[in-house]
């Protein structure tokens, strides 16, 4: 099975500030990787799909890269609606579609 | 408007069994792919199982296989999770989600998870 990680675990950060998290994957996954956004007592919502394809109605300071087994989200400027945990996720290939550990980004 | 609501979801002693639902609407649902994916209290994102659109392949993961079933009734727009004897560690909250699908051209890609329910609670507890 694909084993997710990803770094750091935890950031704080102010309003305004670039944000980037890493993902890393057992092995490749090619552009299967997608990013999402959760927020306390909702249910997650998809951010970026096939490691850099922005989902529509997400803001463009929302961006990814990446192929093979590393891959990068970035929030280009911070805004305070963006605190929040972040998880990857494979979609390639077969299951188990596995997710990242999560990044949770809060104040500073 | 494209929606997931999931329901059946309790408080249950170990061992026990529980069906959840998840019905859906406003998109053809026999369409697409369907997940279950768990999140423990505190816990990060589990993915639990998947569907394929006619209900032909169904795969779990380790932690449930052999307990949890999936299905679907597409006459009734309806997904199900039967799961059997539950423990202690199968309580969370469980989300049905619709696979993202991508098609260019002639090429058909599928991705994540594009819509979610708002989840349901399951409390394994004696």
């Known amino acids: 099975d694909i084993q997710m990680t990803q770094s750091p675990s935890s950031l704080s950060a102010y309003v305004g500030d670039r944000v980037t998290i890493t993902c890393r994957a057992s092995q490749s996954i090619s552009s299967y990787l997608d990013w999402y956004q959760q927020k306390p007592g909702k249910a997650p919502k998809l951010l970026i799909y096939?490691?850099?394809s922005l989902q529509s109605g997400v803001p463009s300071r929302f961006s990814g890269s990446g192929s093979g087994t590393d891959f990068t989200l970035t929030i280009s400027s911070l805004q305070p609606e963006d605190f929040a945990t972040y998880y990857c996720q494979q979609s390639y290939s077969s299951p188990p579609f596995t997710f990242g550990p999560g990044t949770k980004v809060d104040i500073k | 408007q494209v929606q997931l609501v999931e329901s059946g979801g309790g408080v249950v002693q170990p061992g026990r069994s529980l069906r959840l639902s998840c019905a859906a609407s406003g998109f053809t649902f026999s369409s697409y792919d369907m997940h279950w994916v768990r999140q423990a209290p505190g816990k990060g994102l589990e993915w639990v199982a998947v569907i394929w659109y006619d209900g032909s392949n169904k795969y779990y993961a380790d932690s449930v296989k052999g307990r949890f079933t999936t299905s679907r009734d597409n006459s009734k727009s309806t997904l199900y999770l039967q799961m059997n004897s539950l423990r202690a560690e199968d309580t969370a909250v469980y989300y049905c989600a619709r696979v993202f699908i991508v098609a260019t051209g002639t090429s058909v890609y599928h991705y994540g998870m594009d819509v979610w329910g708002q989840g349901t609670t399951v409390t394994v507890s004696s």
């Open positions: 096939g490691a850099s």
